[in-house]
């Protein structure tokens, strides 16, 4: 089944840095690639987005400059490097694609798939 993995969250002083990672499994690791966030007490928003090949990506106002979303697709991982981290990224973070399972027909209609979430708080 589809399976995202995340990882490499945990508490970090601001103006630091961390690097987030998704393991993906169970889909062919060529759909866009997404990264949310869901802050206390905040709906979750969408932070940044990659494209199958890499090539394409798009990011929240919020984080433009400061975090850069990428992917290993020989290893099926995408990757959060945030840096200036500031105390209002603190927030669960979260690995999204829409696809359907490998094996499953092409008429089976592609859904949302999440992972468990990883933590960031950013705090002095």
């Known amino acids: 089944q589809v399976q995202l993995v995340e990882s490499g969250g945990g508490l970090v002083q601001p103006g630091g840095s961390l690097r987030l990672s998704c393991a993906a499994s169970?889909?062919?690791?060529?759909?866009?690639m997404r990264w949310y966030r869901q802050g206390p007490g905040k709906e979750r928003e969408l932070v940044a987005a990659?494209?199958?090949?890499?090539?394409?990506?798009n990011y929240a106002d919020s984080v433009k400059g400061r975090f850069a979303i990428s992917r290993d697709n020989p290893k099926n991982t995408v990757y959060l490097q945030m840096n200036s981290l500031k105390p209002e990224d603190t927030a669960v973070y979260y690995c999204?694609?829409?696809?359907?399972?490998?094996?499953?027909?092409?008429?089976?209609?592609?859904?949302?798939?999440w992972g468990q979430g990883t933590q960031v708080t950013v705090s002095a």
């Open positions: 169970g889909f062919t690791f060529s759909t866009y």
């Open positions: 999204n694609t829409r696809t359907r399972p490998t094996g499953s027909s092409i008429w089976t209609i592609p859904k949302d798939y």
């Open positions: 990659v494209s199958g090949d890499g090539a394409s990506t």
